[in-house]
């Protein structure tokens, strides 16, 4: 079931509530909230990815590179 922000009308508190679409379509339809709409969180990372990859994603990219022109700029 997804999470939905909620903001309360009257005091602007918002909260977490975890419901079915058709539950929070009803909670919605009773007037006292409305729902906050959000940019979902981004998942960063620090360092070179490739290094904390598997060996067969980096075999794979140097196949990919030994295949490809002289121009490509697989760094592997």
């Known amino acids: ?14 909260k977490d509530v975890l419901m079915s679409i058709s539950g929070m379509q009803d909670f919605l339809a009773k007037g006292e909230y409305t729902q906050v709409i959000t940019a979902p969180a981004f998942i960063t990372h620090t360092g070179n990815i490739v290094n904390k990859t598997s060996g ?18 697989i760094n592997v």
């Not at 079931?1 to 009257?10: D, G």
């Not at 067969?56 to 700029?73: E, F, G, M, P």
Request: proline share 3%; glycine share 4%; no cysteine.
């Open 56 to 73: 067969d994603w980096k075999d794979h990219l140097k196949a990919i590179k030994r295949n490809s022109t002289d121009n490509n700029t």
């Open 1 to 14: 079931m997804p999470i939905y922000t909620v903001k309360h009308k009257e005091t602007g508190v918002e």
